[in-house]
């Protein structure tokens, strides 16, 4: 299996950690970044690496046995897909946390940006080597976006948030860098901000993008979503920046399709860009049958090459319980045989 045969099946990053690792409902909490750190783990800090890395050999296994080709760690150390990057940056104050607005609406504490942006040592790079070290399929990592990261911080610093987000977006650049020298397949930055605050990701979005991850030597992933099924649960009609993307320098662009039942059209706004389409909805308890999600594929199939999709559920699997992520991840993959066999006639 290479990363670019025909619908290669995929996870947009994270998978459920065990109730034994995470208490599950500090997850989505507005506690400052390091209280939560403190109170979401389960496991004593002597033996807490031993148990995210085993932890991650679980999530790695679930999706080998679910039939995912590309496969992550499941993001199980960390404690949100965004907060472990963005706290380990120099010129960020954890201890003193800030206020910035959530897309809900919600303000939450977050970093505080004040002084030079500086990524003092890898962050995930031995997350990297510990998936590739445990698997024989292809693997991507995941980062957060520039564009998001800086929407995710409150900025004593710069005095404008574009130039927070370029100063970010070099932190990203030197991570990207390290992780595709480290064995990386595919780098997935995600950004779902781009959704939540349209007019400034026209501003500056794209620069910021490009300036983390332009020509560097590897498959670089853009996510974009409207949010974690279960903590924003208003999808709206279309994206108000996609288009957009078909110009940023990501050779694939991961988005969300089957909870918003969008219409499948909307892949010609990325008609130069390979696409990580998510066809399995994540709000429903319910898991899709293979068939449900085939006709989506063979929908998806009138408006893109299948060589140029790979399919994937609609964002992370984090708050899914893991018996429900693990069958939506096996429906979606059968779904994907199914078309396949269908393409080869
Ligand atoms: N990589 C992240 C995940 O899979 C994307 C989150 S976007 C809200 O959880």
Same mark, same amino acid.
């Given at each position: 299996m ?17 109730d ?5 409902? +500090? @997850? !989505?909490? #507005?506690?400052?970044?390091r209280v ?13 690496a031993?148990a ?18 590309i496969?992550?760690d ?37 970093? #505080? ?13 031995e997350? @990297?080597?510990f ?5 024989d ?7 957060? !976006?520039?564009?998001? +990261? *800086? ?10 948030? #574009? ?23 595919? $780098? ?7 959704? *939540? ?10 620069? *910021? ?22 903590? $924003?649960h ?6 108000s ?21 969008? %219409?499948?059209?909307i ?5 130069? =860009? ?32 299948? %060589? =140029?999709?790979q ?5 992370? +699997? =984090?708050?899914?319980?893991? *018996?429900?992520?693990?069958? =939506? ?17």
């Open positions: 290479a990363v670019d045969d025909a619908l290669v099946t995929t996870v947009v990053g994270s998978y459920p950690q065990p034994w690792l995470v208490n599950r409902e +500090m @997850l !989505g909490s #507005r506690l400052p970044p939560r750190a403190q109170e979401i783990w389960r496991i004593p800090e002597e033996f807490l031993e995210q890395d085993d932890a991650t050999i679980i999530a790695i296994r679930d999706m080998e046995r679910a039939g995912i080709e496969v992550t499941g993001e199980i150390r960390r404690e949100s897909y965004s907060n472990r990057f963005a706290t380990a940056l120099d010129g960020m104050d954890v201890e003193n946390p800030g206020t910035a607005i959530d897309r809900t609406g919600h303000p939450n504490p977050v970093p #505080r940006a004040v002084g030079p942006i500086h990524r003092v040592r890898p962050v995930g790079v997350d @990297l080597e998936l590739r070290r445990n698997t399929r292809p693997v991507k990592i995941t980062l957060p !976006g520039p564009f998001t +990261m *800086a929407q995710q911080a409150q900025d004593d610093f710069f005095g404008d948030r #574009r130039s927070l987000a370029l100063a970010l977006a070099e932190a990203v650049r030197a991570e990207v860098t390290d992780l595709f020298a480290a064995g990386a397949d595919i $780098v997935q930055l995600d950004e779902p901000y781009l959704q *939540a605050r349209p007019e400034a990701a026209r501003e500056y979005a794209i620069e *910021a993008i490009n300036r983390a991850v332009e020509g560097l030597p590897g498959t670089i992933a853009l996510h974009t979503c409207f949010g974690y099924a279960a903590i $924003v208003e999808r709206p009609p279309g994206y920046f996609l288009a957009e993307l078909n110009d940023c320098a990501a050779d694939l662009i991961a988005i969300e399709t089957a909870q918003p039942g969008l %219409d499948l059209s892949l010609g706004q990325l008609s130069d =860009k390979g696409v990580i389409l998510g066809v399995v909805d994540l709000s429903d308890p319910a898991v899709e049958t293979p068939g449900t999600i085939a006709a989506r594929i063979r929908e998806a199939l009138r408006y893109h090459a299948p %060589d =140029k999709l399919i994937a559920p609609d964002c992370g +699997m =984090k708050y899914l319980p893991r *018996a429900r992520a693990f069958a =939506k991840l096996q429906a979606m993959t059968e779904a994907a045989r199914i078309v396949r066999a269908e393409l080869a006639g």
